[in-house]
């Protein structure tokens, strides 16, 4: 089983910055993709970013030149650097990742973007 814990999410104006992170722990051997997803109020869960083990990035056209996605393999974490925040940016951030053929969630941390 593989534990995850996030952390970073806030308040922030638009034109902001904030930086999520997510560590997992349990059993992470294998631990291949990493990634962001996020779900605002009454819409689907959405693929933010996605990181695999040997670097290899995808983004979501809405976000790309903005977020910057990156992990450190020792620690086990991924993380998101999210940049010029925007008021559509507000959601629920999760944090997804594949151990094997397993993929596991985070809590969610809430991000919301003032205007």
């Known amino acids: 089983q593989v534990q995850l814990v996030e952390s970073g999410g806030g308040l922030v104006q638009a034109g902001g910055s904030l930086r999520l992170s997510c560590a997992a722990s349990?059993?992470?051997?294998?631990?291949?993709?990493m990634g962001w997803y996020r779900q605002a109020p009454g819409k689907q869960r959405e693929l933010v970013a996605l990181?695999?083990?040997?670097?290899?990035?995808t983004y979501a056209d809405s976000v790309k030149g903005r977020f910057t996605i990156s992990r450190d393999n020792a620690k086990n974490t991924v993380y998101l650097q999210m940049n010029s925040l925007k008021p559509e940016d507000t959601a629920v951030y999760y944090c997804?990742?594949?151990?094997?053929?397993?993929?596991?969630w985070g809590q969610g941390t809430q991000v919301t973007v003032s205007s």
């Open positions: 990181c695999t083990s040997v670097g290899t990035t």
């Open positions: 349990g059993r992470v051997f294998g631990l291949n993709i």
């Open positions: 997804n990742v594949w151990v094997g053929s397993v993929s596991s």
